[in-house]
Each structure stands twice: as structure tokens, then as C-alpha cells.
């Protein structure tokens, strides 16, 4: 997918977030009623599992030498895994949130190289075994602030920083090469929530961020994260989740370039205090 085309599917992520929470939903935040169950906490955990479909590629230079665009799928034959996922919500007001979450990704493979590859100046001739290596550990650290709250639904903006760490490694009996790139990413979004019965809650998130290639010399970048899910709440203190989410991201600089896409559905449970 282009970034021209990430770039429109956002925005229009956003415009139907916007255009659901004024008139469609405007009956639902003018009936007057009880809180819906599980919105009176304090604090928010949630624990879930996720097996996304991966997308990655990533190309790296070394020495003068052009890297390959490498399809860690197709080329190096990473698959679906199974990752964990941590999410907390503390909540000092009805239309305050301050939100962690915390991911870590991994793939390991083995396979043989069935096409020339340069990776880091240094190329993987075709029979060539090759273990490769993937880490991605992301912490999501915002404040949310509901603009409209009322009994059966609210909307609001988030602003946040997503630290990315991410490092990518080819093990040959040669030797071992390897890139990895880290840091803050500062983001922004909106987030959806409808209560169509007491009980069910359907939440609709978007946030991201596009730094344009005139901003930083030799960066530039893009982070898109789209979560739909729905929430059954037993009780107050507890509920059981199921959502379908999408991760992308995009970046390069002067060297190395990388694109990372998951997208899949997740289920968990919360515990309300």
C-alpha cells in the first residue's frame, strides 16, 4: 500500500469517526440513563493475544552498495505468530484517560535464500541458509479527552508518543548482519465509543502521524494504528473483548528503508477497579 493510499484510508478513518459521532449518534448521547456497566472504574487492565497477518519488508545500504528490498514473508518466510499485549487505563475524571500499552513482536525463521539478496552491503546467493530475526517492541504512552461524554456513548482526541524499537538481523554461516531503528514517534487521533445496550460497548480508534520529507533531512516516516472492537461487560470489574486491528509503519532515511504492516483480530479480558 502506497502512503499516498495509507494517507487517504486515515483520513477517511478520521472523517467517519467525526461524521458518526455528530447526527447518527446524536440521539444516543441526548438519552438520559445510567452509567453503562464497566464505566465506573478508576483503573482499566487489559490483557489480550493477537495473531496479525504480516507484511514486512525492510532494504538497507552499506559501503556505496544498494540493498535489496527484502519481503521477509516471501523471501525469508516469516508466518503468523502469536504475541501478547498489555494495555492500562488510568482514569482520574469521567472525560479523562491516560493511556500505556505495551507490545512485543518477534519472528524467527530459518529458510533458504531462492533469490540474490544484498542486505547491508553484504549478498545472500541463492542456497544460501539464512536465519533471520525480528523484534518490535512498542510502547503507547497518551492522554485521551473526551469532547462528548454522556450515558450511552462519548467521543474524543488522543495525543500520544509511540516508542518503537524495532531490529532486524540475517544470521549466515558467514556471519551475521543486522539494522535496527528506535525512538519516540508523536502521533495523534480520535477515538468512538457507542453503548447500543448497557452491557456491549463497540469502540472505533484511529491515530497516526505522517512527518513530511521537508521536515527532517533524512527521515521521513508515517505511523497508522486503526482498533475496532467490542467490549461484553459481565460486571462491573470485568469484560471480555474481541477487535480487529492494523498496525503500519513506514520509514527511511539516507540508508535503509522498512515497512511494517499487522493486521489481525485480538481477543482479552479486563479488570476494573
Known sequence: MSRRHRTIVTTGCLTALLAIASPATAQFFAQPADLPIGEGYHVEIFGGLWTPTPEISISSNAFGIAGTDIDFVNDLGIGSERFGELRLRLRPGRKHRFRIDYMPISYATQTVVERRLVFRGIAYDIGVPVSTALSWTAWRLGYEYDIVHRSRGYFGIIIEAKYTDVEASLDTPFGREFTRTRGPIPAIGAVLRIYPVPFLGITAEVSGVRLPSNLLET???????????????????????????????????????????????????????
Not at 516516516?221 to 509503519?249: A, H, K, P
Not at 535503509?256 to 493486521?263: F, M, T, V, Y
Request: net charge negative; aromatic share 14%.
Open 219 to 273: 527521515y521521513t516516516g508515517e505511523y497508522v494504528d486503526v482498533d475496532i472492537y467490542g467490549t461484553l461487560n459481565f460486571i462491573e470489574q470485568f469484560g471480555v473483548q474481541i477487535g480487529y486491528r492494523s498496525l503500519d509503519l513506514s520509514v527511511s532515511s539516507d540508508e535503509e528503508a522498512g515497512a511494517l504492516k499487522l493486521e489481525g483480530i485480538y481477543v482479552g479480558a479486563l479488570l476494573r477497579f
